[in-house]
């Protein structure tokens, strides 16, 4: 398993913030020594051309040639080895960095999308309490009409007001009716949604 792999229950776990901290010193560390390297290498084969321009002008014999070209060869072939073995690790870390970089966004946009749900549950909250009051006063004011509506019919069975009058008041009182049942049924559906997202 590698380290960003898991979590925070795992027993191999590493926080990805630590990930990075770990693989940052060595990564420097080994960028150093393969800048070094590729000095190194750049100064055998610097030294490879001299050897043969020694060659070239009679300064060494063949067989001087051949060992001190040998013995060069076989030091930067040991180098070319740790510059693979450094180029796979730096490889490897820059995977492991880049999975724990990704792994940081996306906890960190897990974050963001927790605080803007927690956001819209409160604002979804507000919003549920204050449209409950208003359906209350609905409600209440649905009662007064009611009960206003059967004053009014009483008045008219006593003869106290005129048929006319009757139908003229009822009329405005069924609008108002109409009005309130247009506000309540947009409401319940309204509170519904709040109720939706308070439940998420």
């Known amino acids: 398993m590698s380290h960003h792999e898991g979590s925070p229950r795992d027993e191999y776990y590493l926080d990805p913030k630590e990930v990075l901290s770990q693989y940052s010193v060595e990564w420097v560390s080994l960028r150093k020594s393969y800048e070094e390297l590729k000095e190194q290498l750049d100064q055998v084969k610097v030294e490879l051309t001299e050897i043969d321009q020694k060659l070239e002008s009679g300064k060494i014999k063949e067989h001087e040639h051949m060992a001190q070209y040998h013995e060069k060869w076989k030091i930067s072939t040991q180098m070319v080895q740790v510059k693979r ?116």
């Open 85 to 200: 073995e450094v180029e796979g690790r730096l490889y490897e870390i820059q995977r492991e960095i880049r999975a724990a970089n990704r792994q940081l966004r996306q906890q960190e946009e897990e974050r963001l999308r927790r605080e803007r749900l927690e956001q819209e549950k409160s604002n979804a909250m507000i919003e549920w309490m204050s449209l409950k009051q208003g359906f209350e006063l609905v409600d209440q004011k649905r009662r007064e009409i009611g009960a206003e509506m059967d004053r009014l019919e009483l008045q008219r069975r006593e003869g106290r007001i005129s048929d006319e009058e009757f139908r003229n008041v009822r009329v405005g009182q069924i609008g108002q009716l109409a009005e309130l049942a247009v506000v309540e049924s947009d409401v319940k559906r309204r509170l519904a949604e709040l109720l939706e997202i308070i439940r998420k």
